[in-house]
T-cell receptor, first 112, second 116 residues
Framework: DTEVTQTPKHLVMGMTNKKSLKCEQH?????MYWYKQKAKKPPELMFV???????INESVPSRFSPECPNSSLLNLHLHALQPEDSALYLC???????????FGPGTRLTVL | AQKVTQAQTEISVVEKEDVTLDCVYE???????LFWYKQPPSGELVFLIR??????QNEISGRYSWNFQKSTSSFNFTITASQVVDSAVYFC?????????????FGKGTRLSVIA
C-alpha cells in the first residue's frame, strides 16, 4: 500500500476559524512532511517530522501548528489564517533510507 | 547550497511526439539523490523515479526514460510517443542521502501539454 491519504480535499474557512488538516500513511514510513504549494509554483516545505518529533520548521508562522500523534498520522492545525495562506497543502512521507517521498492528494484551502 | 534548474517553463507537443524535459542540478555533496515527480491537474504529486548519484545507468520504464550525466550535472527525462494523459507539471528534485527526513529541493517545474 503506497498511499498517503489527506482530509479534507477542499476547505473554505474564515480568518477567525480554527480547522485541522489530516494526513495518514500506513507504509511504515518514519518521516512525514507538510508542504504548501501556490499556483504555478513548486511545493514549499513547511515542517518535517522524524520518528514523531519535529525536526524541521521552515520558519512557518505560528498560525500553522503541526502535530504528529503517532507514526501514521500527521495533523496541521490552522488558526487565524490570512487570505494569502490559500494554497494546496500537501502531506508526504518517506522511507528512512531512500528518501523518495510519497505525496497525498492534497487539501485545497481557501481563506476568505 | 543545492539548486535545481528546469529551464523549460512550458512545453507543448502533439500526441505521439517525443519530448525531453531538462533538469540541471547543483550540489557540493558527492552523494545525493535525484527524483522526478509528475503533478497532473488533480494536484497529487506522483513519484516517478529516484536515481542515486553513484549510479549513472540510464533507465527506461515503458515510454519513460531518464538520462543521468554527472559530467554535466543533468538528469533529463524523455517521454516517447507522448499521450494526452502525460499532460502535467513535471518536477525534478534533489536531496542529500540522510536518515530519511531530508527535504527535497524542487525545480520550478515544466508544464507539459500534449495536444490530441
Amino acid at each position: 500500500d503506497t498511499e498517503v491519504t489527506q482530509t479534507p480535499k477542499h476547505l473554505v474557512m474564515g480568518m477567525t476559524n480554527k480547522k485541522s488538516l489530516k494526513c495518514e500513511q500506513h507504509m511504515g514510513h518514519r518521516a512525514m512532511y507538510w508542504y504548501k504549494q501556490k499556483a504555478k509554483k513548486p511545493p514549499e516545505l513547511m515542517f518535517v517530522y522524524s520518528y514523531e518529533k519535529l525536526s524541521i520548521n521552515e520558519s512557518v508562522p505560528s498560525r500553522f501548528s503541526p502535530e504528529c500523534p503517532n507514526s501514521s498520522l500527521l495533523n496541521l492545525h490552522l488558526h487565524a489564517l490570512q487570505p494569502e495562506d490559500s494554497a494546496l497543502y500537501l502531506c508526504a512521507s518517506s522511507h528512512r533510507q531512500y528518501n523518495e517521498q510519497f505525496f497525498g492528494p492534497g487539501t485545497r484551502l481557501t481563506v476568505l | 547550497a543545492q539548486k535545481v534548474t528546469q529551464a523549460q517553463t512550458e512545453i507543448s507537443v502533439v500526441e505521439k511526439e517525443d519530448v525531453t524535459l531538462d533538469c540541471v542540478y547543483e550540489t557540493r555533496d558527492t552523494t545525493y539523490y535525484l527524483f522526478w515527480y509528475k503533478q497532473p491537474p488533480s494536484g497529487e504529486l506522483v513519484f516517478l523515479i529516484r536515481r542515486n548519484s553513484f549510479d549513472e545507468q540510464n533507465e527506461i520504464s515503458g515510454r519513460y526514460s531518464w538520462n543521468f550525466q554527472k559530467s554535466t550535472s543533468s538528469f533529463n527525462f524523455t517521454i516517447t510517443a507522448s499521450q494526452v494523459v502525460d499532460s502535467a507539471v513535471y518536477f525534478c528534485a534533489l536531496s542529500e542521502p540522510d536518515s530519511g527526513n531530508t527535504p527535497l529541493v524542487f525545480g520550478k517545474g515544466t508544464r507539459l501539454s500534449v495536444i490530441a
